[in-house]
């Protein structure tokens, strides 16, 4: 897989990511990514679902299209 490649912004502010990439990180129409801003530039990562309260990844309910895990479910229940 090519590592690095040069992209130019539309008058949208859109870049594309090539087919061979986004195959590569198993991306497809409809995921979410992640823009972290770091000192060398942006870094693209999989977004994956967290709890509001803590931030945690496993272990996930939605309410109301929001995900809180088991734990902070359990805190909620002990108030
Ligand atoms: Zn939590």
Do not use: H
Request: with cysteine; hydrophobic share 35%.
């Amino acid at each position: 897989m090519v590592t690095s490649t040069t992209r130019k912004i539309d008058e949208l502010g859109r870049i594309m990511l090539t087919k061979e990439l986004r195959e590569a990180m198993n991306w497809k129409a409809g995921d979410s990514l992640n823009l972290s801003y770091t000192g060398a530039g942006v870094l693209l990562t999989t977004s994956q679902p967290s709890c509001i309260f803590c931030g945690c990844s496993t272990g996930l309910c939605e309410l109301d299209g929001r995900q809180i895990c088991c734990n902070c479910v359990k805190k909620i229940q002990n108030l």
